[in-house]
């Protein structure tokens, strides 16, 4: 699924609607040797959050919307 990021400085937002929707946010870790993600239900239960430390940009935004899928997918 095709999601659209938002960028405000070294942050990145990200959504997916698709299964009741799903909110991401990626960010620089403040000593810049990776990536932090996060990704959330957005009308969900607290536990769903899953969040992560990747290399690069690409790879924390391809992780966070992996996640997102697939709790997407879990709510149908």
């Not at 620089?28 to 990776?34: K, V």
């Not at 959330?40 to 992780?63: F, L, Q, T």
Request: with cysteine; hydrophobic share 40%; charged share 25%.
């Amino acid at each position: 699924m095709r999601v659209s990021w938002m960028r405000d400085g070294d942050t990145l937002y990200g959504t997916v609607i698709k299964g009741g929707g799903c909110h991401m946010v990626v960010e620089a870790l403040p000593d810049r040797s990776g990536w932090d993600w996060s990704a959330w239900r957005a009308c969900g239960d607290p536990a769903s959050v899953s969040h992560g430390v990747a290399p690069s940009v690409i790879d924390a935004m391809a992780e966070a919307e992996a996640c997102a899928n697939a709790e997407a997918e879990d709510s149908r």
